[in-house]
Nanobody
Framework: QVQLVESGGGLVQAGGSLRLSCAASGRTFSSYAMGWFRQAPGKEREFVAAISWSGGSTYYADSVKGRFTISRDNAKNTVYLHLQMNSLKPEDTAVYYC?????????WGQGTQVTVSS
């Protein structure tokens, strides 16, 4: 059974930090590129950050570059994806989704809410 389970969301004041995690299991996710997306109320889902299967390459949206850091831990049966978010802004408020993709295979988590108060 494929599972991508996010955790770590919550309410934080502007300028604060949060660390999101995603536990991916049920496939060989160590071979998958993975990433984070977010969706704010009334807006489309947007790309936040991505990381290659090995962790050797990372990519960020301009809006989070320098503030967010994506990382992964390719453990034996479960891959852990993290997003360290610093200097948070109210405009970072959204539901954050974990994503894994390989070829035509793509999986999503259920999302975790991040709310940044001003």
């Amino acid at each position: 059974q494929v599972q991508l389970v996010e955790s770590g969301g919550g309410l934080v004041q502007a300028g604060g930090s949060l660390r999101l995690s995603c536990a991916a299991s049920g496939r060989t996710f160590s071979s998958y590129a993975m990433g984070w997306f977010r969706q704010a109320p009334g807006k489309e889902r947007e790309f936040v950050a991505a990381i290659s299967w090995s962790g050797g390459s990372t990519y960020y949206a301009d809006s989070v570059k320098g503030r967010f850091t994506i990382s992964r831990d390719n453990a034996k049966n479960t891959v852990y994806l993290h997003l360290q978010m610093n200097s948070l802004k109210p405009e970072d408020t959204a539901v954050y989704y974990c994503n894994a993709y390989f070829g035509f295979n793509e999986y999503w988590g259920q999302g975790t809410q991040v709310t940044v108060s001003s």
